[in-house]
């Protein structure tokens, strides 16, 4: 079977957390988002090629897990299953990135140990979900995928981490309060600094970056409902 690549990072630092992982990043996604600044790459880029090529494309000289992302990664279950599977032959831990969309593709990761870390990214408050990233699930649907990925990792002990990237004017403090009140089982949640520069949407590229100060504060209404709480941003990792 073939995958379809947009992209491959030989090493990160901040993709999975506490270790240098090598990216993939699976081309296609089933949302918009207006701020996603992966998105114009992914969807101009594309190859395909075997599982064995790509991993054969990657210089594991200093990396020492791998993370699965995109684009929405989901999308090409038997590639995600795929690259897993050899990825833990290797010995990797694996991560995989996702908008929650396909619980089932998780599912079969979790149910065959080919995952170690499934970060899920959860949009905005449910309500504005299907105007604000254009998906074809409703806002009650979404949470209900998210919930059962949440629930299935912890049964399995799988770290499941739940994340917002806070764009302002957009989204404001009853976001993280419903998002966090939702999440609350999650091993982690994280509030993510928006970085205008590559945003999709060109009104977007206008909008600024929220300030560290306001993340913390976010942090801190998020932490009345989940136990551990970050803030990331272009500073680095800030526990809150
Ligand atoms: C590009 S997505 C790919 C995986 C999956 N489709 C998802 O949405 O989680 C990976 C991460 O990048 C974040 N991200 C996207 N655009 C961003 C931006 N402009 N600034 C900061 N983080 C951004 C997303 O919120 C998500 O946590
Ligand atoms: S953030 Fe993820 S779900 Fe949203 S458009 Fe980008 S790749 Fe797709």
Known sequence: MKVIVSGIVDLSTIDYPKKCSAVIFLHGCNM???YCHNLNHILGHKKEMTVEELFNNIDFFFADAIVISGGEP??????????????????????????????????????NNLIDYVAIDVKCKFDKYKEFVKCKEDGEEIKKKILKIIDL????NVFVECRTTFVPMVMDKEDIEEIAKTVKDCDL???QQFEPKDAYDEEFKKLPMPKEDELKELGKIAKKYVDRVVIRTINGVFEI
């Open 32 to 34: 918009r988002c207006p």
């Open 74 to 111: 989901t999308l090409q279950k038997d590639a995600v299953i795929e690259i897993a599977k050899y990825a833990k032959e290797k010995g990797f831990p694996v991560k995989i990135d996702t908008n929650g969309t396909r619980p089932e593709v998780i599912e079969e990761l979790v149910k």
């Open 153 to 156: 990792c912890k049964k399995n």
């Open 189 to 191: 949640y994280a509030i």
